[in-house]
Nanobody, 122 residues
Framework: QVQLVESGGGLVQAGGSLRLSCAAS????????VAWFRQAPGKEREFVAA???????YYADSVKGRFTCSRDNTKDTVYLQMNSLKPDDTALYYC????????????????WGQGTQVTVSS
């Protein structure tokens, strides 16, 4: 089993920044895709960003230009740098992993973290 632990969430003013971390333990492989999803109250879980093989990154249109997803395989950690945060970014953020390439669908991911709360005030 692969275990994922998110950290770095918190309360921030609109326009501010946060960096989320997703640390993996267990049998983790560099070929695993790692994605970030978020879910706000009353809304469905949505794709945010993903990384595959370090140099392949994917972003939802709503966060392009503001968020950056990166990976450090030596630490088995994936990061989500969030800049220019908006109140609409408020959600519980999850990291997820799957073997092989990335997917925008949460149904394709086998391993999930517990989530970290991001709250952006206006």
């Amino acid at each position: 089993q692969v275990q994922l632990v998110e950290s770095g969430g918190g309360l921030v003013q609109a326009g501010g920044s946060l960096r989320l971390s997703c640390a993996a333990s267990g049998r983790t492989f560099s070929s695993y895709a790692v994605a970030w999803f978020r879910q706000a109250p009353g809304k469905e879980r949505e794709f945010v960003a993903a990384n595959y093989r370090t140099y392949y990154t994917y972003y939802a249109d709503s966060v392009k230009g503001r968020f950056t997803c990166s990976r450090d395989n030596t630490k088995d950690t994936v990061y989500l740098q969030m800049n220019s945060l908006k109140p609409d970014d408020t959600a519980l953020y999850y990291c997820a992993a799957r073997s092989g390439g990335h997917s925008n669908s949460d149904l394709r991911y086998d391993y999930w973290g517990q989530g970290t709360q991001v709250t952006v005030s206006s």
